[in-house]
């Protein structure tokens, strides 16, 4: 565990001080995911325990417990009289092609009409898998994405070392920050209760990263404003990750959405995006201009595959890429199974998630001290790349949840009642809590 908590702390220049791990227990996995949960809701901790402990001379103590990262890197809700919506859609999945294994990421109506070009209309799964199995997996893999969806045929670690995006994420670090040249002095609104009161985070992330990094920030008293296009809807974790959020709706294709997404931007203290890597370049909004418009804006982003190489610009997921990158496979040897075994939860997703958050905190300590913006910029393939170095965790199996592991609270969502799991961070003197309840995708307006 230390491994890999020391890696965040060097990638994100935090002291690399021990922080006390309680409970006992790991995920069942090849991989050490719930050390990688531990380490990544501590790093984000750690972070915010700095900017305190810059702001008042006093350093906050911080402790993660294991059980309650393991489970919060599933499923932080626990429903009371209904069901979430699924998270699949129905031909999601892994198939076997004829030379291997490939997995289809449909859950967005786009994605699937894409995969369904390439194959042809499909009802269920059976019939989808009749369909792939007549192909190469390269060459469907390749299909899918020119048709502009989203496909990983299964690799191993070896060979995606040897391939060109593999090198691409080899050569960058878990965290690249680059200092703004312009400054734009804030003062620190907040307090150790709520150390992100009075900051403006501007949210366009999607599934699930950055949604994971906005939900911490609001837990800290942030106000996070998370915009969508139009149509887009992700049911499935919605009531998962919009805790502590507004959520709006803007067309930024449309002149008058555009301008009011511009003003937005102008008045916001972070901007989080997940979009591919050139996707707000292609919208007139690339990282020059976004300075342009707000001279001290702390700017943080992932991407799936990687900010360099072949694929900086490909669709992809946290399912993909640990079909890409070799942990499914991985996965498959050390369960003696015969199809691909990704990770028992979305672990490169929630990783990385708090490790953008912990990014955001260490640019606004700088932003604080020396009035400067900054950026930083991840990716799902490179926390993969830390996990798989780390090796197998630990094996004993967590002590099965109970009803003293959730909150008292009742949380009142459009859906129906539920309670938050406890959380698994402890900052002494900032707890974290959201004010507002799990809402639906576009349920306000977008102002601050």
């Not at 007549?134 to 496909?151: F, I, N």
């Not at 949210?203 to 996070?224: E, K, N, Q, W, Y």
Request: one cysteine or more.
């Amino acid at each position: 565990m230390t491994d890999l908590l020391t890696s965040m702390q060097d990638a994100l220049g935090l002291p690399t001080t021990q922080i006390p791990f309680t409970d006992e227990g790991a995920l069942p996995s090849a991989f050490a995911v719930t050390e990688l949960a531990c380490a990544s809701i501590a790093a984000a901790g750690q972070a915010t325990a700095e900017l305190i402990h810059q702001q008042t001379g006093r350093r906050p103590s911080v402790e993660v417990d294991r059980r309650l990262a393991s489970f919060w890197f599933s499923t932080s809700l626990r429903p009371v009289g209904w069901n979430p919506p699924p998270l699949w859609d129905p031909v999601a999945g892994d198939y076997a092609c004829a030379d291997g294994w490939i997995r289809l990421h449909t859950n967005a109506p786009h994605h699937r009409l894409a995969a369904e070009k390439v194959l042809g209309p499909c009802a269920d799964r059976s019939e989808m898998a009749s369909r792939v199995a007549r192909w190469p997996k390269s060459e469907l893999e390749q299909a899918v994405v020119e048709a502009g969806g989203c496909a990983a045929q299964m690799r191993s670690w070896q060979a995606w070392q040897a391939h060109p995006q593999g090198q691409a994420v080899n050569a960058e670090p878990l965290v690249r920050f680059t200092p703004s040249n312009t400054a734009a002095h804030k003062p620190w609104l907040g307090s150790v209760a709520q150390p992100l009161a009075g900051l403006k985070v501007l949210d366009l992330t999607r599934v699930l990263a950055g949604p994971i990094a906005s939900r911490l920030l609001a837990g800290l008293g942030a106000d996070v404003l998370r915009i969508d296009p139009p149509t887009w809807n992700e049911p499935g974790v919605v009531p998962e990750v919009t805790l502590g959020k507004r959520c709006a709706r803007l067309d930024l294709h449309r002149p008058d959405d555009r301008a009011v997404f511009e003003a937005l931007l102008r008045d916001a203290d972070v901007l989080l995006h997940g979009y591919r890597a050139d996707a707000l370049e292609r919208l007139g909004l690339d990282a020059e201009q976004r300075r342009g418009m707000n001279p001290g804006l702390i700017d943080v982003s992932l991407n799936a595959y990687g900010w360099n190489g072949p694929w900086r610009n490909r669709r992809g997921f946290d399912s993909l890429v640990q079909m890409s990158s070799g942990i499914a496979e991985g996965g498959m040897a050390w369960k003696q199974a015969s199809q691909p075994t990704p990770l028992p939860v979305q672990a490169l997703d929630h990783g990385t998630g708090y490790l953008m958050a912990a990014s955001t905190l260490v640019l606004l300590a700088r932003r604080l001290e020396n009035g400067r913006g900054g950026s930083a910029r991840l990716s799902l393939a490179r926390t993969a790349k830390l996990l798989i170095e780390q090796g197998p965790g630990a094996q004993a199996a967590l002590r099965p949840e109970d009803n003293d592991d959730q909150g008292l609270l009742v949380e009142q969502t459009p859906w129906g009642p539920a309670h938050r799991l406890q959380v698994p961070l402890k900052i002494s003197g900032t707890p974290l809590q959201w004010t507002r309840a799990a809402t639906e995708l576009g349920a306000h307006r977008a102002q601050w």
